[in-house]
């Protein structure tokens, strides 16, 4: 689909807003994909400085041993809120704001199949993380029985909040339930003529995928929050052992949701680093098929391995061995994607501006979360390592290195063609440097904590953990510094800038590329000659 034809599409659907009402009332009735695209990846930044700052909160106490910022039950209020914010509010948002902004465009549509409704799945949200904050200031507190509210800590012992908190979850669902039939609605029914299944770009692929996803798992949360507000105010005993509930049966119906989430949360990443890789190596990606069934098999496999969070209940070994290798299966498909980028970028003509330099960086760091991940999934050595710090670097690496870094090399990779202006290339790779050193200075030292046996969620620990918390807690405050950079670049390249041509990472659309003199080992960067 030419570049013309996306933005003859687009300005036909621009004139919904001749004299459409200006100002405030246009972004409140909106229809068009490109303001609601905008709208999501904003609320989805403000949601992630508020998670931030929660995160802060975690890291100033934990600074040093002793209680020294917060009250314990406030701490935990903050490590539950923190996480639902950056789960829901930050990533979720953020890939369906990317969603809206770039599906239309590639599948040469006019806008999304459903637009009224694409435009009430927004603005319930903000409703949601109202309620959900509002609730920190009640009498009792906030939720304070971490994110994935195992009973009976939601149950028996949670605050009277937890009915605000039981309410925002399923206001968010209901908006990620919509978000996602809109997307498949769209992909099925509204791409150009000849654009077969297997012509679709990867970014569609994986958004179609972790679409069924959400409608498959969504219900299920739902089901479990519900299942958690009978129990605390009605009088119900689902998960209260003394009326014939199980506690445990919580866990099993909240990680058949969980697990297939942490891949909702991953799998339109894929599809970024699947664009930006072969546009900064000028190179077609390497095993397109293979990348679309690896999606694919992800996404089946998600739903096999969810007791692998719960290793530690006292499951039959059966079942422990059939978590462990489902799990560890599920690290094949990833493989393949992993490979098949280095197989792109091998002598391409590669070069280095930011969202390529974030994209390299999410295949280093997110394979050093999956790397993490395959220790945890081994039975006996997860019985060492369940509830450490180890598991908090795990999935950190995963959703901070993998989900936010790819979610900040789409906005770098895409903001020439949403704003028409270049952002400032050194701004972006101070924030980069900042970014890339600060995370791994926070996270990476929690693998050691672990492996020592601190726990997580705990606002004290023992002594000998203060030196390595000390420098992880420098770490977190630095890298939430870092991403002040990134809305100064942000609002500057909205403001103005060096104007955006047609291609402006000069890459090699449509050309075969064939490798006429090859490269000597030692100078990859000298460019391939174009036969």
Sequence with gaps: ??????????????????????????????????????????????????GGAMAMVIRAELFQPGLQLVEPNFFNQMTTVHGL??????????FTGLANWLIPM????????????????????????????????MEGGGPNFGWTFYAPLSTTYSPDSTALFVFAIHIMGISSIMGAINVIVTIVNLRAPGMTWMKLPLFVWTWLITAFLLIAVMPVLAGAVTMVLTDKFFGTSFFDAAGGGDPVMFQHIFWFFGHPEVYIMILPSFGIISAIIPTFSRKKLFGYSSMVYATASIAVLSFLVWAHHMFTT??????????????MLIAVPTGVKVFNWVATMWRGSM???????????????????????LM????PADFQYHDTYF????????????????????????????????YNETLGKWHFWCSVISVNVLFFPMHFLGLAGMPRRIPDYAVQFADVNQIV??????????????????????????????????????LEWTIASPAPYHSFTTPPEIK
């Design 1 to 50: 689909m030419s570049t013309t034809t996306h933005d003859t599409l687009a300005t036909a659907h621009d004139d919904h807003h001749h004299g459409a009402p200006k100002g405030l009332m246009r972004w409140l009735l909106t229809t068009n994909h490109k303001d609601i695209g905008s709208l999501y990846l904003w609320f989805s930044f403000i949601m992630f400085l508020t």
């Design 85 to 94: 914010i950056m789960v829901f509010g930050a990533v979720m948002p953020a």
């Design 106 to 137: 590639m599948i040469g549509a006019p806008d999304m199949a459903l637009p009224r409704m694409n435009n009430w799945s927004f603005w319930i949200l903000p409703f949601a993380f109202t309620i959900l904050l509002s609730s920190l200031f």
């Design 314 to 327: 006292g499951m039959p070994v059966f079942a422990e061995l059939f978590f462990m290798y489902c799990t």
């Design 351 to 373: 070069t280095f501006e930011t969202p390529m330099l974030f994209a390299v960086a999410f295949i280093i760091l997110f394979t050093i979360g999956g790397f993490s991940g």
């Design 376 to 379: 945890l999934a081994i039975t």
């Design 391 to 422: 598991v908090v670097a795990h999935f950190h690496y995963v959703l901070v290195t993998g989900a936010i870094f790819s979610i900040m090399a789409a906005a770098y990779y895409w903001l020439p063609k949403w704003t028409g202006n270049m």
């Design 473 to 510: 807690s420098i770490g977190g405050f630095a890298f939430g510094l870092s991403q002040f950079i990134f809305l100064a670049v942000v609002l500057k390249c909205i403001k103005g800038g060096k104007p955006a041509g047609d291609n402006p990472w000069e890459a090699a659309e449509g």
